[in-house]
């Protein structure tokens, strides 16, 4: 597998985008918060759930095909748990108001 990845950050450090790309696909990943309130923009690239979802699609598809097989059953399964991991941290920032902006 060939991975070509580059990740970027803003003058302080944090995350602001990047590329990923293998055979077959290209990410443009998230370039900056979306901001809060008044303040909140459109997405402009991908999240790792968004990614995580496609995944999962695509392997619901082989589950429903002859090629249906308990490997794939278990990554479908971890990737709902992914996703439910990064639901929570999501909940928890919403919680904290410090979703869509650049604080811990």
């Known amino acids: 597998m060939s991975i070509k990845e580059e990740h970027w950050t803003d003058e302080n450090g944090n ?3 990047g590329t990923t790309f293998g055979n077959g696909f290209a990410i ?10 008044e303040d909140r923009r459109e997405p402009n690239g991908a999240f790792v759930e968004d990614v995580l ?7 619901t598809f082989y589950q429903e095909s002859k090629f249906k097989c308990q490997a794939n059953e278990d990554a479908l399964r971890h990737i709902a748990t992914a996703l439910q991991f990064l639901v929570n941290r999501t909940k928890d920032r919403e919680e904290r108001n410090v979703e869509g902006i650049h604080k811990l």
Do not use: E, N, V, Y
């Open 15 to 17: 995350p602001a985008g």
């Open 28 to 37: 443009g990943w998230q370039h900056g918060p979306l901001g809060r309130g």
């Open 53 to 59: 979802f496609a995944a999962a699609g695509r392997l």
